[in-house]
C-alpha cells in the first residue's frame, strides 16, 4: 500500500505502532496503512512468519516495518518483545491489539437448539467445551489486556497516544452459534470504555472499531460458491445489511487513520465504531 492510496492523510510519522495478530487479514491491512502513513510499524503474531512476509511487503515498499514472534497471552513474552521494539524503533505511542478469534470447540453446530439435539455428532449448547470457551475469552479479553499492560508504559507521561481495540458486530448483539466469542468481544467493549475513563488524563486515547462484514480472500469460500454466485450465509448477512454489500478494507483504514488522527478525533475516547453498512442498527424490519 503506498501513501497515495490511504482513504485519508493522517500523518504517523515519527511514531512508533504495535499490531498484534498483524500476521492476519484484517491487521495486516491496517500494518500496511500505518507504515504508509509513517509510523514504524511493530508487527506481531504467534506466527512469526505470517508477520515476517506483511513486515517484508512493507519494507519493499520503502516503509518501514519489523516482523516479531510474540503469544499476546504470555507475559514474559511481551516484555521480552517489548524491549526488542524499543531497541529497534523506540518507545511506543500507537498499539492496535487485533490478536483475536474464534474456536470450533466453543461453537455450536446449528443456531436453534432444537435443530441439533437428536443428532449425535452435532455439537450442542451442551456440548460446548469449558477449555474451547476459556481459549476465546482469553485471546479476546486477555490478548487485549496485557499487551495494553505492557505497551502503554510507554504511553504514560508521551504525548498523543492511541489504543485501538477490535470487537465486533456480536458484542453488541451475540451472532448465533458463537456465544464465547460474543461475550468476548462484549468484554473487549466495555474494557475499552473503561480504559478510555482510565487514560483520559494521560493523552492517551482509546478506542474500539467493530467491523460488520467484510469480504476477504480467507472467507471467500463460506460467501461465495465456486462459480462465483453468493451462498446461503451471504445471502443472510445481506438481508441484515442495510447497505446490502460487503465491507472493502479500505473502509476499514479511514475509520482506524481517523481514530488515530488527533487533529480530526481528538475530543473521541471510548467509543466503539461500528463499521458494518448499517447491521447494528437494523432489527430486520
Ligand atoms: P486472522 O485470523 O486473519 O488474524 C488473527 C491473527 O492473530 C492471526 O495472524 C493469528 O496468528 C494471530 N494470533 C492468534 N492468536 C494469537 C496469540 N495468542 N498471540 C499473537 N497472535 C495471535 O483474523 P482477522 O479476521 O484478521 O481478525 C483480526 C481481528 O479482528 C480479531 O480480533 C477478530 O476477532 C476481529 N474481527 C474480525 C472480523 C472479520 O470479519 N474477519 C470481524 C470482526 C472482528
Keep these: 500500500m503506498k501513501r497515495e492510496d490511504l482513504p485519508l492523510n493522517t500523518d504517523l510519522s515519527g511514531k512508533v505502532a504495535v499490531v498484534t495478530g498483524g500476521g492476519g487479514v484484517l491487521c495486516s491491512e491496517?500494518?500496511?496503512?500505518?507504515?504508509?502513513?509513517?509510523?514504524?510499524?511493530?508487527?506481531?503474531?504467534?506466527k512469526k512468519e505470517s508477520a515476517q512476509v506483511v513486515a517484508d511487503e512493507i519494507v519493499a515498499e520503502g516503509y518501514v516495518a519489523k516482523g516479531y514472534a510474540c503469544n499476546v497471552l504470555d507475559k514474559e513474552a511481551l516484555k521480552a518483545v517489548h524491549e526488542e521494539i524499543v531497541k529497534d524503533f523506540g518507545k511506543v505511542q500507537i498499539l492496535i491489539n487485533g490478536a483475536g478469534g474464534n474456536s470450533p470447540k466453543a461453537t455450536t453446530?446449528?443456531?436453534?437448539f432444537g435443530e441439533c439435539k437428536d443428532i449425535a455428532d452435532k455439537i450442542t449448547f451442551f456440548?460446548?467445551?469449558?477449555?474451547?470457551?476459556?481459549?476465546?475469552?482469553?485471546?479476546?479479553?486477555?490478548g487485549t489486556l496485557l499487551p495494553t499492560q505492557e505497551f502503554a508504559q510507554d504511553m504514560i507521561g508521551a504525548t498523543d497516544c492511541n489504543i485501538l481495540n477490535i470487537s465486533s458486530m456480536n458484542a453488541f448483539t451475540p451472532l448465533t452459534k458463537i456465544p464465547?466469542?460474543?461475550?468476548?468481544?462484549?468484554?473487549?467493549?466495555?474494557?475499552t470504555q473503561w480504559l478510555a475513563v482510565h487514560f483520559s488524563r494521560e493523552d492517551i486515547r482509546v478506542n474500539a472499531i467493530a467491523p460488520g462484514f467484510f469480504s476477504t480472500k480467507q472467507n471467500a469460500a463460506l460467501l461465495f460458491n465456486p462459480?462465483?454466485?453468493?451462498?446461503a450465509r451471504t445471502?443472510?448477512?445481506l438481508a441484515a445489511t442495510p447497505m446490502?454489500?460487503?465491507?472493502?478494507?479500505?473502509e476499514l483504514i479511514g475509520s482506524v487513520l481517523f481514530l488515530l488522527n488527533k487533529k480530526a478525533a481528538g475530543f473521541i475516547t471510548g467509543v466503539v465504531l461500528p463499521i458494518d453498512g448499517g447491521f447494528s442498527a437494523y432489527s430486520g424490519v
Excluded at 30 to 45: E, F, H, N, T
Excluded at 109 to 112: H, S
Excluded at 127 to 142: A, I, S, T
Design 30 to 46: 491496517m500494518s500496511r496503512a500505518l507504515a504508509a502513513a509513517g509510523a514504524k510499524v511493530a508487527i506481531l503474531d504467534l
Design 235 to 237: 445471502g443472510k448477512i
Design 180 to 191: 464465547a466469542y460474543s461475550g468476548a468481544k462484549a468484554a473487549v467493549s466495555n474494557f
Design 244 to 250: 446490502r454489500r460487503f465491507g472493502q478494507m479500505n
Design 227 to 231: 462459480d462465483g454466485t453468493p451462498t
Design 127 to 142: 456440548d460446548l467445551k469449558q477449555e474451547g470457551v476459556e481459549f476465546v475469552f482469553n485471546l479476546n479479553f486477555l
Design 109 to 112: 453446530t446449528e443456531e436453534y
